[in-house]
């Protein structure tokens, strides 16, 4: 049986001209950049651990993300202010990658698509979906799409199951450590 693949595209209040500029400038405890012979990022490094690594491919106006696990990120400028991105992996992967740069989603535009669906639909219309195929059971990758959900403005509570963890206050989250510390 074929395994079904998830695709999904939301929009972003950033271009990829600032996207760029977090990798090149800002943020850079985050990641170490490596560059091509262009002087354009080739390659995000988490900061400690080599072998955690994104590929970067830039031109006009369009940057191609590959993480080290296959998931891919395209982000398109859009006609004025911010830009599209599809993304080709699971939903529970969605900007969770502690590589990327952080990028501000526009509410309401997140949706979704499967490989054996001919066009994307609502997010709500895709997760039913989603469960439809797994006959009700829970996706066990589910625990831990409370990260995602907290990116897209809480719109995946529906099919998530509720947060088992503490919250982290704000001075908890600056006293955070290891991979996914934000210095």
């Known amino acids: 049986m074929k395994k079904n693949e998830s695709f999904f595209k939301f929009e972003i209040s950033q271009t990829t001209k600032v ?34 690594f994104v590929a970067v491919k830039v031109f006009p106006n369009v940057i191609h ?5 296959g998931y891919v990120y395209l982000v398109e400028d859009k006609k004025g ?14 900007l969770t990658q502690s590589l990327m740069p952080r990028m501000t989603y526009i509410r309401k535009t997140l949706v979704g698509m499967c490989s054996d669906m001919s066009d994307y ?10 469960e439809e195929r797994h006959n009700g059971e829970p996706n066990p990758q589910d625990k831990h799409g409370w990260r995602v959900n907290m990116k897209f403005d809480n719109e ?6 509720a947060f088992e963890g503490e919250m982290r206050s704000k001075r908890q989250k600056k006293q955070r450590t290891g991979k996914f510390a934000r210095k």
């Open 156 to 161: 995946l509570v529906p099919w998530l199951p």
């Open 81 to 94: 202010d911010g830009a599209n991105v599809t993304f080709h992996g699971p939903v529970n992967a969605l």
């Open 65 to 69: 993300f590959t993480t080290v696990r």
């Open 19 to 52: 996207l760029l500029y977090k990798i090149s400038k800002g943020d850079g405890k985050r990641w170490d950049v490596e560059y091509d012979a262009n002087g354009k990022p080739a390659f995000l490094r988490e900061t400690g651990h080599p072998e955690n």
């Open 121 to 130: 639909v609502s997010i709500a219309e895709f997760m039913a979906k989603r």
